[in-house]
């Protein structure tokens, strides 16, 4: 059987994104705990300010977000038939999207009743529930062999970062209406 091949450019954004969604999600734990902790807080004591660290990921996940967004229903459009894939970005999307919305005060200020911080405990609780969905649906499908696939380094010829500008030129020409 042929090992499992994941374009490159997919590894990147996917690993890219995965690394600093896993980042922020802690760090969002983090800010639950020491501001809000309803439905419980962690035993630990959380020194810094992690409402700005954690608004601080937004920097680089935004956009990466949103190149790996436009990969996903473009170029690897085939996998998000796989609903584990497609309900992981709609939950990345609610999260992201709640965030740029917040005020950073709210929570200092204890005003944990806004319907936009509500949201984003939503998108927070979704991407925990959809990431072990996502993980359970790859070893599902193909196991070890496939989950490894992500994370390999290896790229197959015409696959290297300088061909990425014509993959993508070729996946617009043939999905371009024909005159």
């Known amino acids: 059987m042929a090992r499992p091949y994941q374009p490159s450019l997919l590894r990147l954004l996917h690993g890219g994104t995965s690394l600093l969604v896993m980042v922020a999600w802690f760090s969002g734990l983090a800010v639950y705990s020491q501001y809000d902790g309803r439905w419980g807080r962690l035993p630990l004591v959380f020194k810094g300010d992690w409402i700005d660290i954690h608004g601080s990921l937004a920097v680089p996940l935004v956009p990466l977000a949103l190149l790996f967004g436009l990969y996903a229903i473009s170029l690897g459009r085939r996998r998000l038939n796989q609903p584990a894939n497609a309900v992981a970005l709609v939950a990345l999307a609610l999260a992201i999207a709640t965030g740029k919305l917040m005020h950073e005060d709210w929570l200092r200020e204890g005003q944990v009743q806004h319907l936009i911080y509500s949201l984003h405990l939503l ?15 790859i070893l599902k499908l193909g196991g ?4 490894s696939s992500m994370i390999s380094l290896s790229r197959h010829k015409g696959d290297q970062p300088r061909d990425w500008p014509s993959q993508i030129r070729r996946y617009f020409k043939t999905t371009s209406p024909r005159p």
């Open 123 to 137: 998108g927070w609780v979704g991407i925990s529930a959809t990431v072990i969905w996502h993980l359970s649906s």
């Open 144 to 147: 070890l062999p496939l989950a």
